[in-house]
């Protein structure tokens, strides 16, 4: 025989669980954060009856507002377009795009089916060359039908990433060195200020150049076009990279760099325990920015070197100028936003992951 | 699914004709350019048919930005062959702009060009053209109509700008012809002038043909001379009106070729005669039952890979119409004539109607015989590679003994003065007489020195 209630026991575990799940989901927050769905955690605790109204209106500020401002976009979108003609007809409106958007799916999925026929007919013919002997005449044959628009965006992604990597490879050392020693920042620091302003068009007839004179005739790993997308890419977005990480490791808090005397570490130490993790915050700042000036760029040089991806996409359906164009370099120009969009996401979860500061 | 789609396409692969029995290709993945206009469709064909997968050719069609690109990528290599002007190979080979020996062993069509002035040109020019029995301007529209206009246009200190799409392009020729035609002086070239504005009271420049109708809406130009779609565009657009078809300046002349370079004909003979072939078939194809066949082809012409305007616009001179002003349709039936009236065969004559009008304007600077003209000829057309493919067709079964001229030395009938707009008939193993009966243009051993005509 107890004194306790056997309820007061059931309420206690209850309010131990409940705090355990606000808990997580405190935790689950941060994540919701990252991918944008921040107004996931006031509606569930309102389903969960932790003081409703406070967190409706939260919900109603994070979900609400941006989807009724997207609505009257859309609204006046649709109402405006209409009146502005143009030689190509008037400009679409939300309707028209969003008919684009589905036929191009819709052509992407007969390239596709065009693409699995092509290959079987390679393999027919490989397998015919066996019987009769020829097998040295085997061969991989690529797809020769024009890319769908997903491969379009799958080239533009590549590119983008190529060029962005290749930046940080080289800006990131340079930016160690350039805030670790005054004189490398003194050396670095007209060069980054003159070259900082330069336009990608500028420099794609050089890169061009560059590229033709040294690579190889025919082959190699990757297309002309592809190497003068991404190193005109490398070239404008390698310095937000580059002053952020001389700015984070300049301003490596001092006592942290008289530890680092005291305990007589040697460079690489200093580097990899001291000067990184401190400066993190920043060098993804950079890169942050970097991406996004990369991707913006990427856009412009594709049009011009004609790498098969979304600029390309954009430069043309200008030319063809049918009636459909204009809807459809709008549905290139919204898939860029969003592309630009969600690679900004990615590099903020990647900067969440690896810094521990409460808010960034 | 997959296994019954495996078979189809094993037995389409099988019914065609087995490859590895008739030819040994020696390079079967090639890469094409085209520029965009209706006139390449025998490469989409052939390719969307399945024409080149039958030889064994694995081919990949690529839009070039413009025609210096296009020739500069066949000259480099980068392009196996090409959708060119029927004056590109010749120039090439005879040193004008970038010296290369080009060959073509295929021409791909005749006709399919117009002349477009704007809306304010043709407003001023309409008082000027007699009208038919229904009140419509009566056909062919001469120069003549437009030569005041011009006079009007430089009293008043304007340039009469026109465009056309390359220097030694089949349009340029063309509009040359058509002014001179009406009195109209267009202009010469010299060896140290190559604007080709020497002397001219209308100014040409070159344009590349998707950008004409923006260039002539924005004033830059009152008119242009190029391929469909883009005169028929510019009816859609409502900012020009087209005058005149080359059809009614010259009826069936030639039009584009397919160009490859001397040196990958001599290395991969088998290649150009299965590339010959699968053209050949794609361009029966275009004819095929009084043009049955061209709604399908203009389905696949408007593709964004390929020429991508609207379906309308590109079918209009495909099946037959033309329209002039907006409203005004008129039956055009070869407008673009693909394998009809030998279409497709290299004709020698038609190599040396383009030198002779190089010469006339003063690009080929100095007189030459007759015998160059057909040395040049020769060097460049190859109807021996044409003929080799057209037997093998009619063995396979593929096409008709009858379509082909097997007996040709190269050089067509004379062309008789009502074919043509200035009713100056033409024969092509007398180019120097023929250039001797031009009213406008450089005669006998005439040059261009400085600004002025000398000899």
């Known amino acids: ?360 | 699914m997959t296994r019954l789609t495996a078979i189809l396409a094993a037995s389409t692969f099988l019914a065609g004709p087995a490859m590895a029995e008739m030819l040994t290709l020696e390079k079967d993945e090639l890469t094409f350019g085209f520029i965009k206009l209706t006139d390449m469709a025998p490469l989409a064909v052939a390719y969307e048919q399945g024409y080149f997968m039958d030889e064994g050719l694995f081919v990949t069609l690529e839009a070039q930005a413009n025609w210096k690109v296009l020739l500069d990528g066949v000259i480099d290599g980068q392009l196996d062959g090409a959708h060119m002007l029927a004056g590109q190979p010749l120039a090439a080979t005879i040193g004008y702009g970038t010296e290369a020996h080009i060959v073509t062993p295929f021409s791909m069509d005749l006709n399919g060009n117009g002349i477009t002035v704007s809306n304010a040109v043709w407003e001023a020019m309409k008082p000027n053209i007699p009208t038919d029995a229904e009140g419509r301007p009566q056909h062919p529209i001469s120069a003549a109509a437009l030569k005041p206009v011009i006079e009007q246009y430089r009293a008043e200190g304007k340039p009469f700008n026109m465009g056309m799409v390359f220097p030694v392009s089949t349009h340029n020729y063309e509009l040359r012809y058509w002014l001179a035609a009406g009195g109209i002086e267009p202009g010469y070239y010299s060896e140290q002038n190559t604007t080709g504005q020497i002397g001219a009271e209308a100014l040409l420049s070159v344009t590349p043909p998707p950008q004409m109708p923006a260039t002539l809406e924005a004033g830059t130009i009152y008119g242009y001379a190029v391929g469909e779609p883009w005169n028929q565009q510019a009816v859609a657009m409502g900012i020009g009106v087209p005058v005149i078809t080359d059809y009614e300046l010259w009826k069936n002349n030639p039009e584009k070729v397919f160009g490859l370079t001397a040196d990958f004909i001599e290395e991969n003979p088998n290649t150009t005669i299965a590339i010959t072939k699968a053209l050949i078939r794609a361009a029966i194809w275009l004819d095929e039952n009084g043009n049955a066949n061209r709604e399908e082809a203009v389905e696949i012409l408007s593709r964004p890979e390929y020429v991508g305007a609207d379906p309308e616009v590109i079918a209009a001179s495909m099946t037959g119409t033309f329209e002039y002003e907006k409203g005004d349709v008129r039956e055009v039936p070869d407008f673009n004539t693909f394998f009809r009236h030998h279409a497709t065969y290299p004709f020698y004559s038609d190599a040396v109607w383009y030198l002779t009008q190089m010469r006339r304007w003063g690009q080929i600077a100095e007189a030459k015989p007759d015998s160059w003209y057909d040395e040049v000829a020769k060097s460049v057309y190859k109807p021996e590679i044409y003929l080799e493919a057209a037997r093998m067709l009619v063995e396979e079964g593929l096409a008709d003994e009858a379509d082909f001229p097997w007996d040709s030395d190269g050089y067509k009938a004379p062309t008789p003065a009502a074919d043509i707009i200035d009713g100056i008939g033409y024969d092509g193993r007398t180019p120097n007489a023929y250039l001797d009966s031009l009213p406008i243009g450089l005669k006998g051993d005439q040059t261009v020195v400085g600004s002025e005509i000398q000899g």
Request: charged share 15%.
């Open chain 1, 1 to 360: 025989m107890t004194a306790v209630d056997p309820t007061a026991i059931e309420a206690g575990h209850k309010e131990a669980r409940r705090a355990r799940w606000f808990a997580r989901l405190g935790v689950a927050d941060r994540w919701f954060q990252v991918l944008g769905l921040a107004w996931l955690t006031p509606l569930i605790k309102a389903a969960a009856g932790d003081n409703p109204r406070a967190q409706m209106r939260d919900v109603w500020r994070l979900l609400g507002v941006p989807l009724l401002a997207i609505a009257g976009f859309l609204a006046l979108w649709a109402a405006l377009a209409p009146q502005v003609q143009t030689s190509l007809g008037a400009i679409p409106g939300p309707g028209q795009v969003w008919t684009e958007a589905v036929g191009l799916h819709e052509d992407a999925v007969r390239t596709a089916e065009k693409k699995a026929r092509f290959e079987e007919q390679v393999a027919l013919r490989n397998e015919r060359l066996v019987e009769q002997g020829r097998a040295d005449e085997v061969k991989e044959i690529a797809f020769t039908g024009s890319p769908s628009y997903y491969d379009q965006i799958g080239t533009s992604i590549m590119t983008v990433f190529f060029g962005f990597l290749v930046a940080s490879a080289v800006a990131i050392p340079l930016g160690i060195m350039a805030g670790l020693s005054a004189t490398a920042n003194a050396a670095l620091n007209p060069l980054i200020q003159i070259f900082k302003p330069v336009s990608p068009l500028a420099w794609l007839p050089i890169v061009t150049m560059v590229v033709s004179a040294v690579s190889a005739a025919e082959g190699g790993l990757f297309a002309k076009s592809f190497l003068v997308s991404a190193i005109t890419v490398t070239l404008c977005s390698l310095w937000p990279t580059l002053i952020n990480t001389a700015l984070g490791v300049a301003q490596v808090d001092r006592d942290l760099v008289n530890v680092s005397k005291v305990l007589k570490m040697s460079p690489r130490a200093k580097i990899t325990k001291l000067v990184l993790p401190s400066a993190l915050p920043l060098i993804f700042t950079g890169l942050r920015l970097s991406l996004g000036v990369g991707w913006m760029v990427l856009i412009a040089a594709e049009m011009l070197a004609q790498n098969p991806g979304l600029g390309k996409f954009v430069w043309d359906e200008f030319q063809n100028g049918s009636s459909s164009s204009l809807a459809r370099i709008i549905v290139a120009v919204l898939t860029i936003g969003i592309i630009g969009f969600l690679l900004d996401r990615v590099m903020f979860a990647l900067q969440s992951l690896f810094t521990y500061a409460p808010n960034r």
